[in-house]
């Protein structure tokens, strides 16, 4: 009889040296292990460097994109995904033939309900979005859109940008040249309690995503956005695998593209689109972790009953 089954995460980077030697642990144990897929390092990150000409990450990546990846994913009793496009990128990409379970990311109930400082935002409107600056996030567009719609309208709108990452220098370059470098504010990597300040103050909030699987911010700005919401087509893919017809106009689905997102700024800044942030908490509550967890509990039942059947 089997009794023991190793769930482990699986992040794109695929590096972590802990949870390498806990999984070479368990194969030597025969423990079957299951791995919760957060990214592929493949699509996240090298399709980009080669893309962008930054060779010194692509060599840095090659070990994890043709050596550990193919081993690391092959090597699972069970995968499981966050939304169909993980999941088919995994089957093609690897072409393995380990079941693949689709389960949505979960938040806490401190995300609907905790008190947090209040502060003063520029901006009339004030435009917010939180999650690594990188190319996968779609921030580019998002910027030049940005710049255009303020040229249009003429308007005081500000755009607030938390966290960190790879393109934050060319993004601020991106700013200077459109001469909209005191409009956009780079606010650095925020705390939990950071990111629901300025997501209760903002005005509206936007996700550009040009590739996501599930993302928690997405569920954080749900959660807790005192504003509308805006959502990328491409990064709700996980969202709206668990989203009714009438849920899915919740999330104002757009292109990540300039032209897809400038309407959508056009519309936040001329305040004519209809607040819908009750009915965005009340979404977001589907994901709480205290409902998510019942996937999880079903998946190892099953497990566990194949196991010893």
């Known amino acids: ?21 806990t999984r070479l642990h368990a194969s030597m144990k025969g423990v079957p292990i299951i791995s919760n897929c957060h990214g592929e390092p493949y699509n996240h990150h090298y399709k980009q460097y080669i893309k962008d000409r930054d060779f010194l990450r692509v060599v840095r990546l090659i070990p994890a994109v043709y050596i550990f990846a193919p081993i690391l994913f ?6 499981i995904a966050h939304s169909p496009i993980m999941k088919n990128m995994l089957m093609d990409r690897y072409g393995t033939s380990i079941p693949i379970t689709i389960i949505p990311n979960g938040i ?3 995300w609907f309900n905790a008190k947090v400082p209040q502060i003063e935002l520029d901006g009339e409107p004030s435009i917010f979005y939180h999650g690594r600056l990188s190319y996968e996030k779609g921030l580019m567009p998002l910027i030049e859109a940005f710049s255009k719609i303020k040229k249009k309208t003429k308007c005081e709108a500000k755009l607030y940008l938390a966290g960190s990452g790879p393109l934050e220098k060319r993004l601020k370059n991106m700013c200077e040249k459109f001469n909209i470098e005191s409009d956009v504010f780079f606010l650095g990597k925020l705390n939990r309690e950071e990111i629901k300040m300025y997501l209760q103050l903002c ?3 936007i996700y550009p995503s040009l ?7 997405y569920l954080e700005a749900l959660s807790s956005a005192k504003g509308q919401c805006y959502f990328s087509n491409i990064g709700t893919q996980g969202i709206l ?9 919740i999330l104002n689905l757009f292109e990540p593209t300039v032209e ?17 942030s009750k009915k965005q908490k009340e979404f977001a509550r589907k994901f709480l972790w205290e409902k998510v967890i019942d996937y999880y509990i079903n998946l190892y039942n099953k497990i566990y009953e194949e196991l010893n059947g």
Do not use: C, Q
Not at 260 to 276: H, R
């Open 1 to 21: 009889m089997t009794k023991s089954i190793l769930h482990i995460p699986l992040s794109p980077w695929m590096m972590d040296k802990t949870l390498l030697l």
């Open 74 to 79: 092959r090597n699972n009793y069970w995968l």
């Open 108 to 110: 806490e109930e401190w």
């Open 203 to 205: 005005d509206a909030a």
């Open 211 to 217: 590739f996501e699987s599930f993302p928690l911010s």
């Open 241 to 249: 695998y668990f989203a009714s017809d009438e849920e899915k106009k």
């Open 260 to 276: 897809g997102i400038a309407p959508i700024l056009e519309n936040i800044v001329s305040y004519t689109v209809e607040n819908k």
